[in-house]
């Protein structure tokens, strides 16, 4: 890392201890640990895109992947729901599973012909009245059970901890079923197959109350063990006279150690897999991928295997992007699948991207920390312009309240303006490539 790019750092870092100052440090914190997420999520994306140059919009789906590992981990299992239709939705799923398995069975089988034809036919439209036969009986049984509280399967009762590399696996499961479909493909399909998997993903998780509730959300999720819940810090009698001693409330104090503890966390997850990142950019296999990114028709000529490669870099960026979206929903203590949009989880992670310098890892994580702080940042600052613009108007003037609430757009207008600055006059990003 260059001078130049440690300043960058360094004001990044400005930006957030100057929200702590002028706004408060509850915001610069939370600021900080939702940067830490989005740098890892945007060094997942680097890893797919500027490594290997996979072209992935479905960033989405895998963040949403991690956020339902959590439930499924860490959340307890609802014994009555169990009871009444938890074996009957599982064998359901295995029949499932079992249809296409035997499907593919009987194409590679059978010769092909007609009779493979109507076998493979027969199979799965019998595979499939059959599933929805077991299947739909047992949802639902299991959602009728209490939906205003329950109404799902519940999880492993694991600790949460244990969601994080879940997620990755998750995300990592889904990542191998694109690729082994789309990557040998030209790579506007992947593109096409990644968008359409992210938004499957998302309807399923709204829709499969049994699964996690859909849009009722999961609420409750469990904290890492050694993250208090801030109502025990503020019934502990020395917790409350050391923030006596430092001039806060025991409300605030709680809040805060609270989000320190988290951005600890965070910040240990981030540097494993940048140091991770790094050694993997600087290996030998990290060369091959940049060879293949740059030409694949000449490292294909050199007996390297493009496809199973791109396989590997989409999968490991995938679960990366997993893992994260484990993190945030940990941070949260909720998954809410109606707040996955593509703007916040797509476009913006891709935006970290392309201004921190693709095919760099300090870029991607400066990126992540920047675009991150002027996402929440920039609405209020947009707000306090356009009422100084407008001071000297009349209250009720149509310009003057036109004004005002066109600061809610600041958010995308800005994040234009920064994105084709930065092309123009750094197309290669902060921190490019070396």
């Known amino acids: 890392m260059t001078r130049r790019d440690a300043l960058l750092f360094v004001f990044v870092g400005f930006l957030i201890i100057g929200t702590g100052f002028t706004q408060s440090w509850n915001s610069a914190l939370l600021i900080l640990n939702m940067g830490l997420i989005s740098a890892i999520m945007a060094l997942g994306v680097n890893l797919q895109w500027g490594l290997a140059g996979l072209f992935n919009v479905g960033v989405m789906g895998f963040v949403a992947l991690g956020g339902l590992a959590t439930v499924i981990t860490a959340m307890p299992a609802n014994a009555e729901e169990w009871s009444v239709g938890g074996v009957r939705v599982l064998a359901g799923l295995l029949l499932g599973a079992g249809t296409v398995i035997a499907a593919i069975m009987v194409h590679q089988k059978l010769p092909a012909g007609r009779p493979r034809t109507l076998t493979m036919l027969a199979t799965l439209i019998g595979g499939f009245f059959l599933f929805r036969f077991v299947f739909d009986?047992?949802?639902?049984?299991?959602?009728?059970?209490?939906?205003?509280?329950?109404g799902y399967l519940g999880g492993l009762g694991l600790p949460i901890l244990v969601a994080w590399p879940v997620g990755g696996l998750l995300a990592a499961g889904a990542a191998w079923i694109i690729g082994k479909t789309a990557l040998g493909l030209r790579s506007d399909y992947l593109a096409i197959a990644t968008l359409g998997i992210a938004e499957i993903i998302i309807a399923v998780m709204k829709n499969e109350d049994w699964l996690s509730r859909g849009v009722k959300n999961v609420v409750g999720l469990p904290r890492p063990t050694g993250v208090p819940y801030e109502i025990d810090l503020q019934e502990d009698a020395g917790f409350v006279e050391t923030a006596a001693g430092l001039g806060l409330d025991p409300a605030t104090a709680s809040t805060l150690y609270v989000k320190l503890v988290y951005a600890?966390?965070?910040a240990i997850v981030l540097i494993i897999l940048l140091f991770l990142a790094q050694k993997a950019l600087s290996s030998p296999w990290g060369r091959m991928m940049r060879a293949i990114r740059d030409n694949e028709v000449a490292a294909e000529a050199m007996g390297k295997d493009v496809t199973a490669r791109h396989l590997q870099v989409f999968i490991l960026g995938s679960a990366i992007c997993g893992i994260a979206g484990a993190m945030m929903t940990t941070l949260d203590g909720q998954l809410t699948p109606t707040g996955?949009?593509?703007?916040?989880?797509?476009?913006?992670?891709?935006?970290?991207?392309?201004?921190?310098?693709?095919?760099n890892n300090f870029g991607s994580v400066l990126g992540g920390f920047l675009i991150w702080f002027l996402w929440v940042q920039v609405e209020p600052m947009g707000l306090a312009l356009m009422?100084?613009?407008?001071?000297?108007?009349?209250?009720?003037?149509?310009?003057?309240?036109?004004?005002?609430?066109s600061a809610a757009h600041m958010r995308l207008l800005t994040m234009g303006v920064v994105l084709l600055l930065v092309l123009r006059f750094s197309p290669r990003g902060l921190i490019p490539e070396r």
């Not at 009986?137 to 329950?150: K, L, R, S």
């Open 137 to 150: 009986g047992g949802v639902e049984a299991v959602e009728a059970v209490n939906p205003a509280a329950t």
């Open 264 to 266: 600890a966390l965070f």
């Open 340 to 359: 996955y949009q593509p703007l916040r989880y797509t476009f913006l992670i891709w935006v970290m991207v392309i201004v921190g310098g693709s095919g």
């Open 387 to 405: 009422q100084l613009i407008t001071a000297g108007m009349s209250d009720g003037f149509w310009l003057k309240q036109h004004l005002i609430d």
